[in-house]
């Protein structure tokens, strides 16, 4: 799992024919820190099916208003750059694992 550190990394991800699941969340956010095992996890174990980025909504707020984040955590699934599913807040491990099976499916 990397961090995206540039908004034209984040698009060129996207240009990519791939599955992808976004975080956004902030350092202080104590809901996305609790979340962040679980990704992490679950980064290591998709590993080579689904490419799971971070997008820290300080450092690009751009981004923030772009995908319409409101509350963090969110998480998007994309698929073929385009959004398929959506959370917010914070997730158990199980529904997240379904999500990302979803996504891989889609």
Known sequence: ???IESAQELD???KEDKAIMLDFYA???PPCQALMPTIEKLAEEYKGK??????DVHKFPKLRTKYGIGSIPT???IKESEIVDKTV???AESAL???LDNL???
């Open 1 to 3: 799992m990397r961090k």
């Open 12 to 14: 060129n991800l996207l």
């Open 27 to 29: 350092d202080t956010c």
């Open 50 to 55: 689904i490419d799971i980025q971070k997008v």
């Open 75 to 77: 998480l998007l699934f």
């Open 89 to 91: 807040g914070v997730i």
């Open 97 to 99: 694992k379904e999500k």
């Open 104 to 106: 891989l499916h889609a």
